[in-house]
Structures are given as structure tokens and as C-alpha cells.
């Protein structure tokens, strides 16, 4: 039995000209994991104007397929040795691997484009159990959790998880573990309900 092809990807830098395409991409989607929720197109205009997608400290593309566009890398905080990135597929390409795809050649191409990054970083709601698994199956690891941190669009507060990789890791593809418990006579896990000592 055939395994199914992947589809093809092309990995195409946004221009500001591109804002109308955005405006339209952003307002029409379904983002249910971003606090923001679903801008609406002059807002997405507005952003494009003021530099939110291509700067000095930002870079942007476009996922395309052979169907056309189905998702958004943005790239930030450029000048910084730790960027961020934010990823955003279309809903009806979800599911489909585009996105561990697309954090793995954005990985590649921030530590092979800015020779002075030490380590990339990302951030998800808790309950987005897609993207963390993506972070994971592409070297990330998480370093950060934060208790209720993150407005859901309905008014629930939600925790929110941070993730990064280091370029060292990345160079000779390992994983630098984490141990979250570091601290001297600290022998209990996070969540398992113990007290602090008085």
C-alpha cells in the first residue's frame, strides 16, 4: 500500500503590497487558539502599515501550496538573539503536518539567516495540544509555563506554555533536557499538589 505524498510547500516572503491578501486571509480564518481572536480586515490593515509584519525586527511568510495559501509565518523581535515566531495554518489545512513542517524550515532558516541567534522561542495556550506537539517533534522544549495567563475569546483564562530551542541543539541535533526541579530539597513534580513550607 502507497503511502500519500506530502504536498509541496513554498516558503514565500510577504511584501506589504500583500496587505489586502492578509486582510483577507486573517479576517476570513478560524483562530481559536489566539487571544485576539479573528481581526477584522482594517485591522489587519492598520498592522501592516505600522510594520507588524514586515520591519526591521520582522519578517513574514507566506505557506503555500499547490492549492494556494494555507498558512502565515511571522517572524519577530529579529535584532534580539532569542526571536519569537507565530504560526497560523488555514482550518482546512490542518492536520496535515504543514505546520511541523513549516517550524522546522523556520528553525533552519533563523539560525542559518541571523548568525547571532542563540535560541528560538514560541508560545501556545495550554490546550492547544497540535502545537505543542509540533514544538516537540521539532527539538523544542518547554521551558515556561504561566497560570492563567492567556484570555480565551469567550473570557476564560487559560495557562499558557512556552517552548525553545537553542542553536547548539539544533547544530547536533539533540535535546537539552530541562530539570524543573532544581531547587535544593525539592523532590516534588509540579501539579502534584504539595504546599509550600511556611
Given at each position: 500500500m502507497s503511502q500519500p505524498v506530502a504536498p509541496s510547500i513554498e516558503y514565500r516572503r510577504f511584501v506589504p503590497a500583500d496587505a489586502n491578501l492578509l486582510a483577507e486571509f486573517l479576517?476570513?480564518?478560524?483562530?481559536?487558539?489566539?487571544?485576539?481572536?479573528?481581526?477584522?480586515?482594517?485591522?489587519?490593515?492598520?498592522?501592516?502599515?505600522?510594520?507588524?509584519?514586515d520591519s526591521d525586527q520582522t519578517r513574514s511568510f507566506w505557506i503555500v501550496t499547490s492549492a494556494g495559501v494555507a498558512g502565515l509565518i511571522r517572524l519577530f523581535d529579529l535584532t534580539d538573539d532569542t526571536p519569537l515566531f507565530e504560526l497560523r495554518i488555514?482550518?482546512?489545512?490542518?492536520?496535515a503536518g504543514l505546520g511541523t513542517r513549516a517550524v522546522r524550515w523556520l528553525t533552519g532558516y533563523l539560525?542559518?539567516?541571523?548568525?547571532?541567534?542563540?535560541?528560538?522561542?514560541?508560545?501556545?495556550r495550554v490546550d492547544n495540544h497540535a502545537m505543542r506537539r509540533t514544538f516537540r517533534s521539532c527539538g523544542y522544549v518547554k521551558e515556561s509555563h504561566w497560570r492563567q495567563a492567556w484570555p480565551g475569546r469567550d473570557?476564560?483564562?487559560?495557562d499558557?506554555?512556552?517552548?525553545?530551542?537553542?542553536?547548539?541543539?539544533?547544530?547536533t541535533g539533540t535535546i537539552t533536557r530541562l530539570d524543573w526541579n532544581d531547587e535544593p530539597g525539592n523532590s516534588s513534580a509540579p501539579g502534584t499538589?504539595?504546599?509550600p513550607t511556611p
Open positions: 479576517s476570513t480564518g478560524d483562530w481559536p487558539y489566539f487571544s485576539g481572536g479573528t481581526p477584522d480586515a482594517a485591522q489587519v490593515r492598520a498592522a501592516v502599515a505600522a510594520g507588524r509584519y488555514r482550518a482546512a489545512d490542518r492536520g539560525f542559518t539567516e541571523f548568525p547571532g541567534i542563540r535560541r528560538i522561542e514560541g508560545t501556545t473570557g476564560t483564562i487559560h499558557a506554555v512556552g517552548y525553545a530551542i537553542l542553536r547548539t541543539d539544533w547544530e499538589g504539595a504546599q
